[in-house]
């Protein structure tokens, strides 16, 4: 069932969001080569904390961690660890916080140092993505609108679409209905009404969109090896259009 959210619950979901927002801010100053993945995630569950939020992951299905930190070929759902990042990786970090029962979820791609043209190209595709799929995201148009919008683009640059890692509604549950690929048929699926609070989340690959999930049953990473990026936002659909809940 589709829960649709209310104006005041999406000024509350806006709450968590901002939490967010300004942790992803903060990170990006202190991402560069030599730190390592679990300083900050550190980082972030301090942040969130210190403002009167849940870093929701913690305990999640089991999964210990306040962030999911995905270098290079992995796609989402990686361990922080003590490695440090080196000049030339790039790296997904995704958080969620809960903020009075409600749920802001964002993942963001960073360049660690200088990166090659095509890490650079990868990633501003990766978020052009994200951006033209929001901007279908209105009253009407259909979840097949928001899919096609991201699939084309990526395709266009020669990239894929990760298929088997879905987008969700999100609200005070971290997953909720729609579960839903970032790939489809303009005109086709759900139908998106005002009140929907949806995560647009799209994870592109350089090379095929298969990926493999490694033994500890949790890091995705691409099945050919090649380098992966990810930008989502939690984003609410109004009468007004599209309010991007988590914006930085």
């Known amino acids: 069932m589709i829960i649709l959210k209310t104006k005041d619950e999406i000024e509350q979901m806006k ?36 403002r009167g939020a849940e870093p929701y992951t913690i305990g999640f299905n089991g999964y210990q ?9 992995v796609i989402a759902h990686g361990f922080p660890n003590h490695k440090p990042l080196q ?46 799929g929001i901007k279908q995201a209105v009253v009407g148009n259909r979840l097949g609108d928001v899919t096609h919008a991201i699939q084309s683009h990526a395709e266009a640059h020669g990239f894929s679409v990760v298929r088997d890692l879905l987008a969700h509604g999100i609200g005070r549950d971290l997953h909720e209905e729609p579960n839903y690929a970032h790939v489809g048929k303009p005109g086709k699926g759900l139908r998106l009404k005002a009140g929907m609070v949806l995560t647009i989340e799209p994870m592109i690959n350089e090379g095929t969109y298969r990926m493999v999930v ?35």
């Open 65 to 73: 961690y306040a962030t999911c930190a995905s270098v290079n070929d």
């Open 87 to 132: 000049r030339g990786d790039i790296v997904t970090i995704d958080m969620v916080a809960r903020y009075n029962g409600w749920m802001g979820d964002s993942a963001w791609s960073y360049a660690v140092g200088e990166i090659s043209e095509q890490a650079q190209k990868l990633m501003d595709v990766t978020k052009e993505c994200l951006y033209l």
């Open 214 to 248: 490694d033994p500890d049953g949790w890091t995705a990473r691409t099945a050919d090896g090649k380098w992966s990026a990810q930008y989502e936002h939690t984003v609410a659909i109004t009468e007004d259009g599209p309010i991007i809940l988590t914006e930085q």
């Open 15 to 50: 709450k968590a969001g901002k939490i967010v927002a300004e942790c992803h801010r903060e990170i990006a100053k202190m991402i560069k080569p030599g730190v390592t993945t679990m300083q900050i995630n550190d980082y972030v569950e301090a942040f969130i904390r210190k």
